[in-house]
């Protein structure tokens, strides 16, 4: 056991504590993936990073990341939560191009920044998505667990894997009540961390309205998703659908909270999820 610095983000929030919070231990050498585990279930927060040496030479850190459940290769608020913790504790600082390399078991991923002070913005590059369309049986079975039709339903590896959908309108989005053990069931039949669906905003606050339930890790309704974004990203490109090549998701209100993700297509195609974080926590954990 030892002392450790630990920080907790609010991730993508447009209020003070309107975000997704993650838990950040930093320096987290010495610790193994069974504690990693054990605290991450401790903490109960969608997510929670490790902090670790580079182990590859322009690494800025590296970060392991897990849920209650499991440990995720890649995970986008913990990417942005993160990385604002490193660069507040002094652990690394941008490079020549103004980034910092992320490593994680979904490889090294830059993030740039935007702006300065209160209101910096942090961008992370997807992994590249992978995407498979969902069987007919999988569609009937998200299409009653969320008792809504949706659009040809796929599964999106982006790191995690999501089932994304589409459904009529943002008002649609946020009038589902989910059947969560359902969706529970067919995250574990699919191997994916969970569903994400969207609809477009006519409020003109955003873009999207964005949901994300993750049931099977016992985290019904996760309130802002980076990775979930931008899988509805991937999705979008796919079919040829985004609403603009920089736009923005609407996430969290039906949980309590209040987020927004900005997606954006950089010119070689690739997608970036970004958005604001800030420290809500800092103190020290015994591990």
């Known amino acids: 056991m030892r002392t450790r610095e630990f920080a907790q983000i609010d991730v993508f929030a447009c209020r003070p504590f309107g975000g997704n919070p993650v838990a950040v231990v930093l320096e987290a050498e010495g610790l193994d993936g069974a504690e990693m585990q054990r605290i991450a279930h401790w903490t109960n927060l969608s997510e929670t990073t490790f902090v670790l040496p580079p182990e590859t030479s322009g690494g800025s850190y590296r970060v392991r990341i897990f849920t209650p459940r499991q440990e995720l290769p890649f995970a986008g608020h ?45 961008f992370v590059r997807l992994p590249e998505p992978r995407i498979a369309p969902l069987a007919g049986a999988e569609q009937t079975q998200l299409e009653d667990a969320l008792k809504a039709p949706l659009t040809p339903a796929a599964a999106v590896n982006v790191g995690p894997v999501w089932i994304v959908a589409g459904l009529a309108s943002g008002e649609a989005v946020r009038a589902l009540q989910p059947d969560f053990a359902a969706l529970a069931r067919l995250s574990l039949a699919t191997a994916a961390v969970g569903v994400c669906v969207y609809g477009r905003d006519a409020s003109g606050e955003a873009d999207l309205v964005v949901r994300s339930f993750v049931p099977a890790d016992g985290i019904p309704e996760d309130p802002v998703c980076g990775s979930g974004n931008g899988a509805i990203g991937a999705y979008l490109q796919a079919r040829d659908a985004l609403p603009a090549l920089s736009y923005s998701s609407s996430q969290g209100r039906e949980c309590g909270h209040d987020g927004r993700v900005r997606v954006e297509v950089d010119p070689e195609g690739r997608l970036w999820i970004g958005g604001q974080a800030r420290t809500c926590i800092r103190g020290r954990i015994e591990a």
């Open 78 to 122: 913990p990417s942005i939560g993160t990385a604002h913790a490193v660069l507040e504790a002094g652990l690394a600082a941008p490079d020549a191009e103004g980034q910092l390399i992320q490593e994680c078991a979904a490889g090294r991923l830059p993030l740039r920044l935007r702006g300065e002070g209160a209101g910096r913005e942090l």
